[in-house]
């Protein structure tokens, strides 16, 4: 296995941040869009989140 240096865990930890971030910009505009979507939106969304869950659940 490669020796890890300072360099390389600079490098990991900008990339877990941006990731971070990325994640949180994800979840803001998630959010943003279901307290804001009509009625028929919110319906798929919820279809959605239950056909997604059902697949997670088979596994």
């Known amino acids: 296995m490669a ?15 941006q990731a971070y971030k990325q994640q949180k910009e994800m979840r803001d505009e998630l ?9 028929f939106q919110m ?6 989140m239950k056909r997604m869950k059902r697949i997670n659940n088979e596994k």
């Open 3 to 17: 020796e890890l240096k300072e360099e390389h865990f600079e490098v990991i930890s900008k990339n877990k941040a």
């Open 31 to 39: 959010a943003f869009f279901a307290l804001n979507c009509s009625q």
């Open 43 to 48: 319906q798929e969304l919820y279809s959605e």
